[in-house]
């Protein structure tokens, strides 16, 4: 690792706790940094502290959970939209373009609007969460199948299959979740909208385990592979030529970005646009090796999303706007202005 | 080192693209595959440089089946220079030669010095040292393909294996690509290149393999089998050998009437 990366790890480490602790202090009642430390240090190490309850609960019980699936959620989109871009070799490819966030959307909405009925169980929020995992896994199989179904197992997945076989899907499951929300009549849209276009409100400390481990195994599988991937952006076959089973590769890589791709939009729903402008940002300032766009990705990506959640839940409180909403707000002029930049 | 290609056969959507064709390179010997378009040169390279795996037939290196090696393990004995170029990810000069070292390296492994020694040999021996930091896109062609050349270098391997190093060329970079090829294989590599230009094929392969609708169709030293007839029956154009100082020279005249 270089000393400017190095410095420059560091340096986004530092905004992402400054981030985090921004996170949990500002919203309808805001709470001093210092208190918001106090407060966590002390839950940490089991103390008592003279601070009114309900800021104790706003702090741990609330905030900071929220805030730290948030961090999970983008530097997890950030990475997957990094893999998926050179796994299709394609600048433009974000993490749902494989069908996998209609697919998880459609297993929640179903699960929302209708199994309770069906099956006739009070919902806890936790079987939701199963069913998106469950949508996810189920459209990535259709996507894998119909990508290497033309051309044999045998012959790989080829880049612009992958990406037409993920819209046909995206498209089958689209259909499906509107169907659904058509059909409901009652409540019903409005917890489908959720996660059509994602947010973080079901935060809790009990589901940010699985999200967690999986964002940081993915970084490590993902950076020891950062030559492979570097490889397969010269395309198939200058990565053939220096040694990258590009076959193998790519089946790998394909399980293991819908993988991490499910359990983030279970969590967080189909938060749109960060999976394809972090990268790509990233990628404008630092380069196009993966050994600096993935962990530089991941850090930013985090610390987006956290400013995102903190603008969603502010701006028009208390009601809070779909996270979606502000991803694509924010983020798209701050991508023109990226691509403008860049010309000269 | 020895490469050995016996009765090779691949197909593409059940077509016949590569029919029993054989052929062998040894160390220091600059080999050329020259043929009209659609003979099927590039589709015997991809089966040599492992992109393709053959349907029949067999490609042996150092005797060893080139399928029972990894793709790891190939590439450490054979470097490949495709087609392709690189596209809309950008890496520098530097960064694309240095993936001539992937194949030398393990999941968890660093670069070393001696990878750096070797990256920095091969930009300078194709003169592109100085410009390592260069964006590859902002490159001319020629500038491109001695990068490519110097990835294919820094692979540190014993076979060179280039698709039409010299397409899109002007004259003066397609004499420059293949002086450095030649300087390499008369430092001991051995090269195996599809060649467009028949003229500099004629001028700088020690033997020239001729394809015609995915068969070898003549093979052997330039001298030997570049005649009026081969390039009449094979490219269907009338042309006239001059001998230029040993290598035979065509002066196309034109299409067979």
């Not at chain 2, 090829?181 to 090269?191: N, Q, R, T, V, Y």
């Amino acid at each position: 690792m270089s000393k400017a990366l190095k410095l420059i790890i560091v340096l986004l480490a530092v905004v992402l706790v400054l981030s985090i602790t921004a996170g949990v202090s500002l919203g309808t009642v805001s709470i001093p940094f210092k208190k918001v430390w106090q407060i966590i240090f002390a839950q940490i190490l089991n103390k008592k502290l003279d601070v009114p309850l309900n800021e104790i609960s706003i702090v741990w019980q609330i905030r900071l959970p929220r805030v730290l699936t948030g961090a999970i959620v983008g530097a997890g989109l950030a990475l997957a939209g990094t893999v998926i871009q050179s796994l299709v070799r394609n600048s433009l490819a974000d993490p749902y373009l494989l069908g996998i966030s209609s697919g998880a959307c459609t297993g929640a909405v179903f699960m929302i609007l209708f199994a309770s009925t069906l099956f006739n169980m009070a919902l806890t929020g936790l079987e939701v969460y199963f069913a998106a995992f469950l949508g996810a896994v189920l459209a990535f199989m259709l996507v894998f199948v119909i990508a290497a179904g033309g051309t044999g197992l045998n012959k790989g997945l080829n880049p612009v299959r992958m990406i037409l076989s993920g819209l046909a899907v995206s498209y089958i499951f689209s259909a499906l979740t509107n169907f659904m929300v058509y059909l409901s009549q009652h409540n019903g849209a409005e917890s489908a909208m959720f996660w059509m276009l994602g947010g973080l409100g079901g935060a809790r400390w009990g589901r940010l385990g699985v999200p967690f481990i999986t964002v940081i195994l993915m970084l490590i599988i993902f950076m020891l592979n950062a030559r492979n991937l570097n490889a397969l952006l010269l395309g198939d076959e200058s990565a053939a030529a220096v040694g990258v089973d590009i076959i193998k590769f790519r089946r790998i890589l394909f399980i293991l970005s819908s993988v991490l791709t499910g359990v983030i939009v279970a969590v967080s729903g189909s938060i749109g646009f960060v999976g394809l402008i972090v990268p790509h940002a990233v990628r404008l300032i630092a380069g196009a090796d993966h050994r600096r766009v993935l962990p530089i990705g991941a850090l930013t990506g985090a610390i987006f999303l956290i400013w995102a959640d903190l603008f969603s839940r502010t701006v028009l409180a208390p009601r809070e706007l779909p996270l979606g909403i502000i991803t694509g707000f924010v983020g798209a002029p701050f991508f023109i202005w990226l691509l403008t930049r860049n010309k000269h | 080192m020895k490469l050995k290609v016996d009765s090779l056969f691949w197909s593409a959507g059940g077509k016949n693209i590569v029919s029993d064709a054989s052929l062998d390179v040894q160390a220091g010997e600059f080999v050329g595959i020259i043929g009209p378009n659609g003979s099927g040169k590039s589709s015997l390279l991809k089966c040599v440089y492992r992109l393709n795996k053959q349907d029949k037939g067999i490609i042996k290196l150092n005797e060893n089946n080139i399928w029972d090696l990894s793709a790891k393990e190939f590439a450490r004995l054979a470097a490949a220079v495709p087609q392709e170029m690189p596209g809309q990810f950008d890496f520098t000069v530097r960064e694309i030669a240095a993936m001539g070292r992937y194949p030398h390296k393990n999941l968890m492994d660093r670069d070393t010095q001696h990878d750096n020694d070797l990256i920095n040999n091969a930009l300078n021996y194709v003169g592109m040292l100085e410009k390592s930091e260069r964006m590859f896109s902002s490159l001319s062609g020629g500038e491109k393909q001695r990068t490519l050349i110097a990835r294919a270098i820094a692979q540190d391997t014993s076979l060179l294996i280039l698709d039409e190093p010299t397409s899109h060329l002007d004259i003066y970079f397609q004499i420059q690509i293949m002086d450095l090829i030649k300087s390499l294989s008369i430092s001991g590599l051995a090269s195996l290149v599809v060649m467009h230009d028949l003229n500099l094929a004629a001028k700088y392969c020690d033997k020239i393999y001729v394809m015609n609708k995915g068969m070898i169709y003549a093979s052997g030293k330039p001298s030997e089998i570049i005649t009026p007839e081969l390039i009449s029956s094979v490219y269907k154009v009338s042309a006239e050998i001059i001998n230029n100082s040993g290598s035979p020279h065509i002066i196309f005249i034109g299409i067979n009437k």
